[in-house]
Structure formats: structure tokens, C-alpha cells
């Protein structure tokens, strides 16, 4: 028999809306307090600074509104699961897009703001089964929101990397949704069920080929906690850095999936 379909996680579109909003505040919270001193540091994203960091968490919202601008596509033809795949395309040109951004919006948190109130408009007109255009392909409005949470903790982890005590926090939707869809999209790169992946309280998935167990303790099993298993699923951390600094487990002679990471790049 074969094994049966692994059904496609659903998220709550109220909460998904409320994560994207609660998490896009924190960070217009933060950034209100920026010195320019502290808008001039590095970030780890190459050779961005802080502004341009800003900027960019601005635009990744936006993205919202840009491909609600277009025509709905005639029919959905991507999964939200497949979205991390689809982004390294397109990095040169957003590169160029956030340097445009940040020269063009000196005041940060007057734009952030600008960004929510739109954001606020345009969900109070489109339905969450809108489709919309997307790197990925064709999707509702409410599965691409879930990729927003994704762009907005990420980057809200790169931006407290950059400014030591930030300390932006991390809505817990936010959090959740973001671990959840990292962690499906390594279970579609690595299909299997020999190894379980644990992420508590947010996420659990079976992936890599091999044997699978059926009842009791899974033989491989890597387990971490959400921040560390974002970064090592967008590259911020080398899986031997984190197994080196206790930031996760593995165990069994499956659970060595350095070589899948990172899922996003």
C-alpha cells in the first residue's frame, strides 16, 4: 500500500492577519527609536546597512500591494508550502529595489507607517480568497499573508542581530506561522518519513527517505527551538554551528540534515 498524502497544513486567516499587523508594529515600534548612528550599522545581509534593513521589511509588505494591484490570475496553480523555493530568483532585483527604497524614504518610520495603513485598507477591501500573482505562483491573499510572516520575523531577527539591546520582539503568530511553513517546506525538499523534525510548541514534521517507524520514539530525531530552526532554514546559521553550540539535537544516522539546509535561501 502506498503511503498515504500528507495533507496540507491550513492557517487562520484572522490570525495570520493579526500576526502580519502585531508583527509589523513591533518593528515600526523599534525603528522609531533608531539613532542614525544605529540606521549606519552592518547588517549580516551583505553589504545592507540598517536603513536599508528597515526598507526592505517595508517592501516585503508591500509586496502585498503590489501584486494585489495586478489582475487576479485566472486560477491557483502554487501551494503556500512552495513559496521558499521561489525566492533566490529574484534576489538581485530586490537588492536593487530596498537601495532604491531607503534612498527614497529618509524618514523610516513615516513609511513604516504609510505601509501599515495600506496594508489595513487594502485587507479591509480583498477577500482572503483573492488570487494573487506571486513569485510562487498563483495563491489566495490569505495563504501569500503567511509568507509575510515569514519576511517579517526573519528580518526582525536580522535587525535585532544588527543593533545590540533592540530586543524587537517576536509575536507569537508570527513565530508560529513562520516555523510552521519553514519546516512543511523541508518536508517537501527531503519527502520521507525516517526522520522527525521537532520544532516545540509550533511545529513537528516527517521527512527524509528511509525506513519508517510506526509506533514509540522515531530512530532519528532533530529537535531546536523556533529561532534557531529559522535560521538555519534561511541560512543565518551552519547546521555544525548550531549542533556545535547546543542549539539543537540530532540523533540517529538520519538526523544529519545539514546537507537539506538551508530550505530559503
Given at each position: 500500500m502506498?503511503p498515504?498524502k500528507?495533507?496540507?497544513?491550513?492557517?487562520?486567516?484572522?490570525k495570520?492577519?493579526?500576526?502580519?499587523?502585531a508583527?509589523?508594529?513591533?518593528?515600526?515600534e523599534?525603528?522609531?527609536?533608531l539613532?542614525p548612528?544605529?540606521?549606519?550599522?552592518?547588517?549580516?545581509?551583505?553589504d545592507?546597512?540598517?536603513r536599508d534593513?528597515?526598507?526592505?521589511?517595508g517592501?516585503?509588505?508591500?509586496?502585498?500591494?503590489?501584486a494585489?494591484?495586478?489582475?487576479?490570475?485566472?486560477?491557483?496553480?502554487a501551494?503556500v508550502?512552495?513559496?521558499p523555493?521561489a525566492?533566490?530568483?529574484?534576489?538581485?532585483?530586490?537588492?536593487?529595489?530596498?537601495r532604491n527604497?531607503a534612498?527614497?524614504?529618509?524618514?523610516?518610520?513615516a513609511?513604516?507607517t504609510?505601509?501599515?495603513?495600506?496594508l489595513?485598507?487594502?485587507?479591509?477591501?480583498?477577500?482572503?480568497g483573492?488570487?494573487l500573482?506571486?513569485?510562487?505562483?498563483?495563491?489566495?491573499l490569505?495563504?501569500y499573508l503567511?509568507?509575510?510572516t515569514?519576511?517579517?520575523?526573519?528580518?526582525?531577527?536580522?535587525?535585532?542581530?544588527?543593533?545590540?539591546?533592540?530586543?524587537?520582539?517576536?509575536?507569537?503568530?508570527?513565530l508560529?506561522a513562520a516555523?510552521?511553513?519553514?519546516?512543511?517546506?523541508?518536508?517537501?525538499?527531503?519527502?520521507?518519513?525516517?526522520?522527525?523534525?521537532?520544532?516545540?510548541?509550533?511545529?513537528?514534521?516527517?521527512?527524509v527517505?528511509?525506513?519508517?517507524?510506526?509506533?514509540?520514539?522515531?530512530p532519528?530525531?532533530?529537535?531546536?527551538?523556533?529561532?534557531?530552526w529559522?535560521r538555519?532554514?534561511?541560512?543565518?546559521t551552519?547546521?555544525k554551528?548550531?549542533?556545535?553550540?547546543?542549539k539543537?539535537?540530532?540523533?540517529?544516522?538520519r538526523?544529519?540534515?545539514?546537507e537539506?539546509?538551508p530550505?530559503?535561501?
Amino acid at each position: 500500500m502506498p503511503p498515504a498524502k500528507k495533507r496540507a497544513r491550513s492557517y487562520d486567516p484572522a490570525k495570520t492577519r493579526a500576526a502580519v499587523l502585531a508583527q509589523l508594529g513591533n518593528v515600526r515600534e523599534a525603528v522609531r527609536g533608531l539613532t542614525p548612528g544605529q540606521l549606519a550599522l552592518p547588517t549580516r545581509l551583505g553589504d545592507w546597512t540598517v536603513r536599508d534593513l528597515v526598507a526592505h521589511i517595508g517592501m516585503a509588505v508591500t509586496a502585498v500591494h503590489r501584486a494585489a494591484a495586478r489582475p487576479a490570475p485566472p486560477r491557483q496553480d502554487a501551494q503556500v508550502v512552495q513559496w521558499p523555493f521561489a525566492t533566490a530568483a529574484s534576489a538581485d532585483a530586490i537588492s536593487d529595489f530596498t537601495r532604491n527604497l531607503a534612498a527614497d524614504h529618509p524618514d523610516l518610520d513615516a513609511y513604516l507607517t504609510d505601509v501599515d495603513r495600506s496594508l489595513r485598507a487594502l485587507l479591509a477591501e480583498h477577500s482572503g480568497g483573492r488570487l494573487l500573482e506571486t513569485s510562487a505562483g498563483a495563491m489566495p491573499l490569505d495563504d501569500y499573508l503567511v509568507t509575510r510572516t515569514v519576511e517579517l520575523v526573519v528580518h526582525t531577527d536580522d535587525l535585532n542581530a544588527a543593533v545590540e539591546g533592540l530586543g524587537v520582539p517576536y509575536d507569537r503568530q508570527a513565530l508560529a506561522a513562520a516555523t510552521r511553513l519553514l519546516a512543511d517546506a523541508l518536508a517537501l525538499k527531503a519527502p520521507g518519513a525516517s526522520t522527525e523534525v521537532r520544532v516545540p510548541p509550533y511545529a513537528v514534521v516527517q521527512c527524509v527517505e528511509g525506513p519508517r517507524h510506526t509506533r514509540g520514539t522515531p530512530p532519528n530525531v532533530v529537535e531546536t527551538d523556533p529561532l534557531t530552526w529559522i535560521r538555519l532554514a534561511t541560512g543565518r546559521t551552519a547546521w555544525k554551528d548550531a549542533l556545535a553550540g547546543a542549539k539543537v539535537s540530532a540523533s540517529g544516522e538520519r538526523a544529519d540534515i545539514g546537507e537539506l539546509l538551508p530550505v530559503m535561501t
